[in-house]
């Protein structure tokens, strides 16, 4: 057997080729995109450099502190101020000879298509916040690409691989606080918030390495088509020492789990193209006409600022959560942001248009005149709100699913001149939900337009709908909010359900203000089945009215149902019909109860007062006359065979003394 020179000198990578099922050449050609440069980013880069992985793109947005030399490794003290990315990419170019290494200064939320995920083979995460992992997880979902996600807290940490199109993903293992803390980035109107303190979590160089390790390693593994924690999380504990695998579970509506059918590559890039280019280019490659092309963008977008007391308008078209709340300031008379609206959608642009409102009553005016020359809604007249009794059952049964907690929804439907038609409605998934208010989230106005672009392409949001457990039916400051800023359309209403009760009615814009309405027709038209359940009345629909008050919606008056088809008449009848069935039901209870159970009499009965016993063959008919005495008391007594009197129960009986014995 020989054995040639060549086999036996060593180069860079020959011990790792004796590991028996090691391929270096899948590695080199693997193209690794790693998010995040700090100290889980550091490790998973040095490990990377020294497995020989060559193409790496690093995505980082902020610069190098001085508490980060505690625990990344490719940083000096000279690096402070620079930018992680940077920095890091010349370390790895430094540590791995022949490899490119591209930093990239950039927030991966938004500032980061789908193109730089469409390149990668595979992505490791060092991040720490759940907004970063949330679009990670949806955008390797969209274009096929597997990522590993990896999270330390003092000397604990854990290792999570997700595959895409394998359930479970990312967005399956957030439970209620995780949801609560991503809408904590971002105001009620969509803009962000001052951001939270961030990369503040307490680590320490050795936490690091064991995590980041785990990553690559399952990274290796993953390229080598061997088994992983596909849809598992490793979790180790260091002060004892002790780790283990969890499983997570699917979550059937979870709104990651969609992949791209087809992906065509354009030589142009964005920079090169506008949108109406591309619509042209859309039209052009498809042969189809201008109103079948389609374009969506991958994030909601700002459109412009519009400010209604001085009508000045500011152009932004910017990712949505980019746009500080701050920076939703009118130059001219410093009014802030107080409602977001979504502009005219041509096709599913999802383009937001927000509206700059100041406090001040030249700005209610000017909002309030900019109501009333939309869609005709005169202050004298409500519309006509016509619901489909399927739309009412569904309302109801979403509301009795949490009888403890506010549910919400939208209704979609048309807005016609003078009438407003509900013909399905969209439950909202992972609102926020409380005992006394509900808020719609980002991800709830997601998985909303998801469905009403799949389902209801030709029809429009009209209103949304939301549950009062046990306190009635109106709305409160904040739905009066919610209604305010996110259906401010004419054309808009808020449905109300009480499922303690059953009582529910409907507020809609009458001019400038928001009233109970009143003309509501419920359309059943599955046919022969009325839209009510059980035996009980259909809840209170009534009017509610305060012209002293036109910004105020009252909190009380809960009135019986009316429905647009129902008379006075029939009203009274039906009334009628009642009492006398309560009646009847009672008079037959009687009835059955007198022939029924047994009846005591109370009779009296005579007895010897001198023995106290009964005297036998006492006859109980009444005395025939007002003499004091009866036919059985002149009969002799049987025992002595004198004639003495005896007393009978009711009558008094004298002695010889002529007092009562």
């Known amino acids: 057997m020989r054995i040639a020179e060549a086999d036996l000198r060593e180069d860079r990578f020959s011990r790792l080729r004796l590991i028996p099922w090691w391929d270096q050449s899948k590695i080199a050609n693997c193209r690794l995109l790693v998010v995040g440069a700090g100290a889980l980013g550091n490790e998973i880069l040095k490990n990377a450099a020294l497995l020989g992985f060559r193409k790496v793109i690093i995505v980082d947005l902020d610069r ?10 490719l940083f000096r003290d000279t690096d402070i101020g620079q930018f992680k990315s940077q920095t890091a990419a010349k370390a790895y170019s430094s540590l791995a000879g022949n490899s490119q290494a591209q930093p990239l200064i950039a927030n991966i939320v938004n500032e980061c298509g789908l193109g ?3 390149w990668s083979d595979l992505i490791l995460a060092g991040l720490d916040n759940r907004e970063a992992r949330l679009w990670i997880n949806r955008c390797a979902w969209k274009v096929n690409r597997p990522w590993i996600d990896g999270a330390i807290e003092g000397i604990n940490g854990v290792v999570r691989v997700f595959l895409p199109g394998v359930p479970p993903c990312y967005e399956c293992t957030l439970g209620k606080v995780d949801w609560a803390l991503l809408e904590k980035r971002l105001s009620c109107n969509l803009l962000a918030l001052d951001p939270a303190p961030e990369g503040k979590v307490p680590t320490t160089p050795t936490i690091s390495s064991i995590i980041a390790g785990m990553q690559v390693q399952e990274g290796v593994k993953l390229i080598h088509g061997l088994p992983t924690l596909a849809g598992k999380g490793f979790i180790f504990e260091g002060m004892n020492h002790s780790s283990y695998v969890v499983e997570y579970t699917e979550n059937p509506d979870c709104m990651s789990h969609y992949t791209l059918a087809e992906i065509v590559h354009l030589p142009e890039s964005s920079r090169e193209l506008t949108l109406e280019d591309l619509r042209r280019r859309a039209q052009s490659d498809f042969g189809t006409p201008d109103e079948d092309i389609v374009i969506e963008f991958s994030r909601d977008i700002v459109y412009k600022f519009v400010c209604p007391a001085c009508n000045s308008e500011e152009e932004k078209y910017a990712a949505m959560g980019s746009t500080p709340f701050a920076a ?24 937001h248009s927000l509206r700059r409102c100041a406090s001040s009553p030249r700005s209610r005016g000017a909002r309030r005149d900019w109501r009333m020359s939309q869609k005709a809604k005169t202050a004298s007249g409500q519309p006509l709100l016509v619901v489909d009794g399927e739309v009412v059952r569904k309302i109801r049964q979403h509301a009795r699913t949490s009888m403890k907690s506010e549910i919400c929804g939208v209704l979609v439907g048309q807005d016609r001149p003078g009438r407003i038609e509900i013909q399905a409605s969209i439950p909202g998934a992972n609102a926020e939900e409380a005992g006394t208010h509900v808020t719609f989230t980002q991800d709830t106005w997601e998985h909303i337009y998801q469905i009403k672009d799949k389902q209801y392409p030709d029809h429009r949001i009209v209103g949304w709908y939301h549950s009062h457990p046990g306190f009635g039916v109106f709305l409160s400051d904040h739905d009066t909010f919610i209604h305010k800023n996110f259906f401010a359309s004419p054309g808009q209403v808020a449905w109300v359900f009480d499922p303690h009760s059953d009582e529910e009615g409907c507020f809609g814009w009458v001019g400038s203000k928001i009233e109970r309405l009143s003309q509501i027709s419920v359309m059943d038209r599955r046919g022969g089945e009325a839209v009510h359940e059980g035996g009980r009345p259909e809840p209170a629909i009534s009017i509610l009215d305060h012209p002293e008050n036109s910004d105020s919606i009252a909190q009380s008056s809960f009135g019986p149902v009316v429905r647009e088809e129902e008379s006075s008449e029939s009203s009274l009848l039906r009334l009628a019909t009642n009492v006398f069935s309560y009646l009847t039901v009672l008079l037959l209870g009687i009835l059955i109860a007198w022939y029924m159970f047994p009846r005591i009499e109370v009779m009296p009965v005579p007895v010897d007062p001198r023995t106290g016993q009964p005297i036998p063959g006492y006859s109980m008919d009444p005395p025939s006359g007002n003499s004091g005495q009866t ?3 002149q009969k002799p007594d049987r025992n002595s065979g004198a004639n003495q009197p005896s007393g009978t129960e009711g009558s008094s009986t004298k002695g010889n003394n002529g007092q009562p014995r």
Do not use: G, Y
């Not at 190098?64 to 490794?73: A, D, G, P």
């Open 64 to 73: 190098i502190e001085e508490s980060n030399l505690s625990r990344t490794v």
């Open 116 to 118: 730089l995920f469409e």
């Open 328 to 351: 939703a300031r009118c130059p001219k008379d410093a009014s802030f942001i107080r409602s977001l609206h979504r502009a005219p959608r041509r096709s599913r642009n999802r383009l």
């Open 631 to 633: 036919e059985r008391e």
